[in-house]
């Protein structure tokens, strides 16, 4: 709920400042950069925590079932997080341009991304028990170095398409050809 919350803020508060810059390369570097650095300061910062021990958490906190309580600390949790609201924003700048920012294309995306992130949680949740054994300090810790490298990788591939423009419309014509087949 925080992060639609914070994807409206977003697509709101950005609209008019996406359409006067919609097509400037600057806008994919930005979007880019945004994200590597967030992958790499996740990726630091996951080197940092590694050699905190999972040992340290109380099982009994974790087995909490007031789940209202639950949902107000977790909402409030990511909405004081501005850096949830940082992230929604670069992904709206660099989406939103790509969609032509047509309302009804950018709300599917989004939808399709909450419908799709909310689907992994419950996949987690789900298999929580399951993989419990099997999530080691050393493991997660892999996991999150993981998903900090992907986080890199979109970020070059960003700042890739906004510093040769070019390219970027080249594929895009060519795509074009290939759904007029």
């Known amino acids: 709920l925080a992060d639609i919350v914070f994807i409206l803020i977003a697509f709101f508060s950005s609209y008019r400042l996406i359409q006067s ?53 977790g909402f409030f949790l990511n909405f004081i997080n501005i850096g949830v609201l940082g992230f929604w924003l670069a992904v709206i700048i660099s989406v939103g341009p790509k969609l032509e920012m047509e309302t009804s294309r950018i709300l599917t995306f989004f939808i399709s991304v909450i419908i799709t992130y909310l689907s992994i949680d419950c996949i987690k949740i789900a298999l929580a028990k399951q993989l419990k054994h099997k999530m080691t300090p050393t493991n997660i810790y892999k996991i999150k170095r993981g998903i900090s490298v992907v986080l890199m990788i979109f970020g070059f591939v960003l700042i890739f398409q906004g510093w040769f423009p070019e390219e970027k419309q080249m594929m895009k014509n060519a795509f074009e050809k290939i759904e007029k087949k």
């Open 21 to 73: 810059i919609k097509d400037d390369p600057a806008l994919f570097i930005f979007g880019g950069l945004v994200m590597l650095t967030y992958g790499i300061i996740s990726f630091v910062k996951n080197k940092k925590e590694s050699k905190k021990s999972l040992d340290e958490i109380d099982p009994k906190e974790l087995a909490k079932t007031n789940y209202l309580s639950l949902f107000i600390k």
